[in-house]
């Protein structure tokens, strides 16, 4: 599968923003999907995920009531929902897919075999 990741831009804290993840392919539905982000200089880290059916959701405790993912089967893409930005939340945001991850291991990085190219969001102050 082939991601690609789009949405990314400069807001003010407080601001909004929606991220989206399209994956090409007909096996969608197969795939766990997450979002994870990387600031510069910090490694990249978890954000949240949604399970293959779309009906399971996890977020990091860092955007936990801020962030909220969704998925559209008919569209093959995961959404990533950013409601009141903060300037630490600026990073590059990575969207990942794959179809072996299991439900507990589905924020580890190194689980994952297909990613998108990466949206830089940057949230001023």
């Known amino acids: 599968v082939q991601l690609q990741a789009s949405g990314g831009g400069l807001v003010q804290a407080g601001g909004s923003l929606r991220l989206s993840c399209v994956a090409s392919?007909?096996?969608?539905?197969?795939?766990?999907m997450t979002w994870f982000r990387q600031a510069p200089g910090k490694e990249r880290e978890f954000v949240g995920g949604v399970t293959r059916t779309g009906g399971g959701t996890f977020y990091a405790d860092s955007v936990r009531g801020r962030f909220a993912i969704s998925r559209d089967h008919a569209k093959n893409t995961m959404y990533l929902q950013m409601n009141s930005l903060k300037p630490e939340d600026t990073a590059v945001y990575y969207c990942?897919?794959?179809?072996?991850?299991?439900?507990?291991?589905?924020?580890?990085?190194?689980?994952?075999?297909?990613w998108g190219q990466g949206t830089l969001v940057t949230v001023s102050s």
């Open positions: 392919g007909r096996t969608f539905g197969r795939y766990a």
């Open positions: 990942a897919a794959d179809p072996s991850v299991i439900a507990s291991s589905q924020a580890v990085a190194a689980q994952y075999d297909y």
